[in-house]
């Protein structure tokens, strides 16, 4: 049996994962704001891939 003290192997994965926070834990507005920080985020990365896709229409192998 292994004392307290004895150092943990580092290749063990925790079995306890912390707990998600809870969505009470934000106001109402700060959710809208993330919500719209969130779509925001979305239509950027969309238009990004929506780029690349087209700049590798113009370049044919």
Do not use: N
Not at 22 to 29: G, I, L, M, N, T
């Amino acid at each position: 049996m292994m004392s307290q003290d004895a150092p943990r192997d580092p290749t063990q994965v925790p079995t306890q994962k912390p707990a998600p926070p809870s969505p009470a834990a934000f106001s109402p507005e700060e959710l809208a704001r993330r919500r719209a920080s969130s779509r925001r985020l979305a239509w950027l990365l969309g238009a990004v891939a929506l780029g690349i896709y087209l700049v590798g229409l113009l370049f044919k192998r």
